[in-house]
T-cell receptor
């Protein structure tokens, strides 16, 4: 049973516009959430994270929003750049272990120049 | 330069053969992980280890084995019991000493059946 879901397999955005990637989770014990970026034939690279005590975390062009009541998080990229084209995975970790991470299936973002 | 090294990048397995994927890290991380990625799917946890000489099964451990004799190394053996081994395998590590730390990944090994 998929505990972390990314329902959009792909997304295309014009350069300079906002990219919004979404992620839903089912386990209310998750308290640490992450976004990773992955290029083909490479490992995922950590992008940004948020703990459940916050509802927003920013790092440059990247902002993650967490809505605990809806069990939903989103990644906003503003402005989008062609180099942002990659697969983005969201991941979550429960508070009781801190060591097991659950990943979504990924969203492939294409930024059109 | 600190990081995680996986080797080989590509690996081919014959029927009935065991193969071992290497993962080495120089980040001084206690925790290490093995994931499998199939097309259109997320990362699924095979095994993880929190300290030397200790490891736990993940969600899809059947047909795999691991060892953790050194902090830096966490090799994964894909045994002949794994009937569908073709996949992209990722190794990761994490600093357990501080809370809310992300996993860091190697560049993966792609395993194919001959």
């Amino acid at each position: 049973d998929q505990q972390v879901k990314q329902n959009s397999p792909s997304l295309s955005v014009q350069e300079g516009r906002i990219s919004i990637l979404n992620c839903d989770y089912t386990n209310s014990m998750f308290d640490y959430f992450l976004w990773y970026k992955k290029y083909p034939a490479e490992g995922p690279t950590f992008l940004i994270s948020i703990s459940s005590i916050k509802d927003k975390n920013e790092d440059g062009r990247f902002t993650v929003f967490l809505n605990k009541s809806a069990k939903h998080l989103s990644l906003h990229i503003v402005p989008s750049q062609p180099g942002d084209s990659a697969v983005y995975f969201c991941a979550a970790s429960p508070s009781n272990t801190g060591n097991q991470f659950y990943f979504g299936t990924g969203t492939s973002l294409t930024v059109i120049p | 330069d600190g990081g995680i090294t996986q080797s080989p990048k590509y690996l081919f397995r014959k029927e009935g053969q065991n193969v071992t994927l290497s993962c080495e890290q120089n980040l001084n991380h206690d925790a290490m992980y093995w994931y499998r990625q199939d097309p259109g799917q997320g990362l699924r946890l095979i095994y993880y280890s929190q300290i030397v000489n200790d490891f736990q099964k993940g969600d899809i451990a059947e047909g795999y084995s691991v060892s953790r004799e050194k902090k830096e190394s966490f090799p994964l053996t894909v045994t002949s019991a794994q009937k569908n081994p073709t996949a992209f395998y990722l190794c990761a590590s994490r600093d357990r000493g501080r809370s809310n730390q992300p996993q860091h990944f190697g560049d993966g090994t792609r395993l194919s059946i001959l």
